[in-house]
């Protein structure tokens, strides 16, 4: 009879032995290091990645409460809302979910193009963390992008955001962090060059982001193109996210938090399994 253990197990004397690691259930450690080298990467150059956003933000706000007035009202569930109160809640937003996509989006991408991509794939990591760690290292972003924004905002005259429901306000920020992060993710690992991703960026979210009612009400739109914003998963993301600040929105806020709860669900699963099948990563 053999003397060696079956494959896979490991022996008692071995495992128990001191120096050995042996990780069950969750590598915290390891979800721990990446998710700071996620941090500390857009950190890194946070001119770039955290104050040139809010800059950019902020500017939307003065060229739209110039143009349009910030004493103009703007109907709300019903209600006439300042366009300055109803504008800064969907420009806010609207800078975390752009930021959130953009950190997801070149992480893998950038290990793909410099050959770097076995620092993702070789380390003791299930594709459950190695996910975490990557979302978690854009919402951070996102979350920093928006406190930075809301604070300034805070400042400038003529501009309400106290929030009404602050737990709205978080939890609509995360489901739209996470939401991004997740399709910036997919698009990480379907990109070849940063072309594809900016592709992505151009074609696909800038346009669902800017038609999604954050600079007007969508209850001033035809028919038509109000139904179509309704199928945007973007509104019910700035809806529920202006409903914190306002405590009215455009639609049902228990309905679209589930919506959003759901398609994030849905993509975490399929980056899950796109990580997993190695896809465009392992060849």
């Known amino acids: 009879m053999s003397s060696q253990p079956p494959i896979g197990e490991i022996p008692s004397m071995v495992r128990n032995a001191p120096g050995v690691p042996v990780i069950r259930n969750v590598n915290w450690g390891g979800l721990k290091t990446l998710y700071v080298k996620e941090v500390r990467r857009f950190f890194k150059v946070q001119l770039q990645t955290v104050w040139a956003p809010a800059i950019t933000t902020l ?14 009202e703007v109907p709300v569930g019903g209600e006439k809302v300042a366009f300055a109160d109803f504008v800064a809640p969907g420009l806010i937003v609207m800078g975390m979910l752009n930021n959130a996509f953009a950190n997801a ?13 076995v620092d993702y794939l070789m380390p003791p990591l299930s594709n459950a963390e190695l996910l975490a760690a990557l979302v978690g290292g854009a919402v951070t972003r996102a979350f920093m ?12 005259p003529g501009v309400h955001v106290t929030p009404v429901h602050p737990i709205a306000v978080l939890w609509f920020g995360l489901l739209g962090a996470v939401f991004l992060a997740l399709i910036g993710v997919l698009t990480s ?24 009612g954050t600079f ?22 700035i809806s529920g996210f202006r409903y914190g600040f306002l405590g009215i929105a455009d639609s049902p806020v228990l309905l679209g938090s589930i919506l959003i709860l759901a398609l994030d669900v849905a993509l975490a699963a399929l980056c899950y399994a796109l990580l997993r099948s190695g896809w465009k990563l392992k060849n």
């Open 59 to 72: 500017l939307y706000l003065i060229i739209f409460t110039v143009a349009l007035g910030a004493r103009s």
């Open 105 to 117: 989006s070149f992480s893998l991408l950038v290990g793909k193009i410099q050959g770097t991509i």
């Open 145 to 156: 992008v928006g406190g930075t924004v809301w604070l300034a905002m805070l400042l400038w």
């Open 189 to 212: 690992i379907w990109a070849e060059k940063f072309d594809h991703a900016a592709a992505v960026t151009n074609f696909v979210v800038a346009p669902l982001t800017l038609m999604s």
């Open 216 to 237: 007007y009400s969508v209850d001033k739109l035809s028919p038509t193109f109000h139904a179509i914003s309704h199928a945007n998963p973007f509104f019910y993301i």
